[in-house]
């Protein structure tokens, strides 16, 4: 059964840091491509990250690039985003996917990161 556990997510102040985890099993972790996609409320989702399965090319929206760092530990079957300098509209439910663009084949349940004063 594939799983993808993300965590991490909480409550930061604007320009703020956070370090999200996504731990991954039941598949071959490092022959997937992954990305980091968020959904903010009312809103529908938002492609945020990826990166190729053996983490050499990475890949970020222009809302995010130069704040955010997409990374992967395949010997532990983790995906990580760092988040720094963020801001009121980072505020979202983060998931991790496998895959590099829609359509993601699987979701985690997904982690809250609210950035607010």
């Known amino acids: 059964e594939v799983q993808l556990v993300e965590s991490g997510g909480g409550l930061v102040q604007p320009g703020g840091s956070l370090r999200l985890s996504c731990a991954a099993s039941?598949?071959?972790?490092?022959?997937?491509?992954m990305s980091w996609v968020r959904q903010a409320p009312g809103k529908g989702p938002e492609w945020v990250s990826a990166i190729n399965s053996g983490g050499g090319s990475t890949y970020y929206a222009d809302s995010v690039k130069g704040r955010f760092t997409i990374s992967r530990d395949n010997a532990k079957n983790t995906l990580y985003l760092q988040m720094n300098s963020l801001k009121p509209e980072d505020t979202a439910v983060y998931y991790c996917?496998?895959?590099?663009?829609?359509?993601?084949?699987?979701w985690g349940q997904g982690t809250q990161v609210t950035v607010s004063s």
């Open positions: 996917a496998t895959g590099r663009v829609a359509p993601y084949d699987y």
């Open positions: 039941g598949f071959t972790f490092g022959s997937y491509d």
